[in-house]
């Protein structure tokens, strides 16, 4: 019984792990980096580059065919494209944030309960063969 031990504790171990992993971007991604300030503030950035776009484009369409460029600051449109542009980073390295450490808890814990598992099959065949 005392050589079953060992590999049952491998076993339970990888398993903890991989439903560790499950857990592990709950706890270090998503909603404890992104806070509801950040999410308004991506709104507010959103809203601002779609508000600059649609008077660019209105601009373009009343433009008379003769005129050069509409009136449309390219600088507030390039600012507004950079403030949106640094708040989706933000947002997307939120969503991902935790995924590579859950990545590798889970194939360490699938290892191990596998390893433990396998030294198990074989101890307990091998004790049954005695």
Same mark, same amino acid.
């Given at each position: 019984?005392?050589?079953?031990?060992?590999?049952?504790?491998?076993?339970?171990?990888?398993?903890?792990?991989?439903?560790?992993?499950?857990?592990?971007?709950?706890?270090?991604?998503?909603?404890?980096?992104?806070?509801?300030?950040?999410?308004?503030?991506?709104?507010?950035?959103?809203?601002?580059?779609?508000?600059?776009?649609?008077?660019?484009?209105?601009?373009?369409?009343?433009?008379?065919?003769?005129?050069?460029?509409?009136?449309?600051?390219?600088?507030?449109?390039?600012?507004?494209?950079?403030?949106?542009?640094? #708040?989706?980073?933000?947002?997307?390295?939120?969503?991902?944030?935790?995924?590579?450490?859950?990545?590798?808890?889970?194939?360490?814990?699938?290892?191990?309960?596998?390893?433990?598992?396998?030294?198990?099959?074989?101890?307990?065949?091998?004790? #049954?063969?005695?």
């Amino acid at each position: 019984m005392k050589q079953t031990r060992l590999p049952l504790g491998v076993f339970a171990s990888g398993i903890v792990l991989i439903v560790l992993s499950v857990m592990w971007p709950r706890w270090t991604g998503g909603r404890a980096v992104w806070t509801d300030a950040d999410a308004r503030a991506h709104a507010a950035a959103a809203a601002d580059l779609h508000g600059q776009f649609a008077n660019h484009n209105r601009e373009l369409a009343e433009a008379p065919a003769t005129a050069e460029d509409p009136a449309t600051d390219v600088d507030t449109l390039a600012a507004a494209r950079e403030r949106f542009d640094a #708040s989706q980073a933000r947002l997307d390295a939120a969503r991902t944030r935790g995924l590579t450490t859950a990545a590798l808890i889970r194939w360490l814990g699938i290892v191990m309960a596998l390893a433990g598992a396998l030294a198990f099959l074989i101890r307990h065949h091998a004790a #049954s063969n005695e």
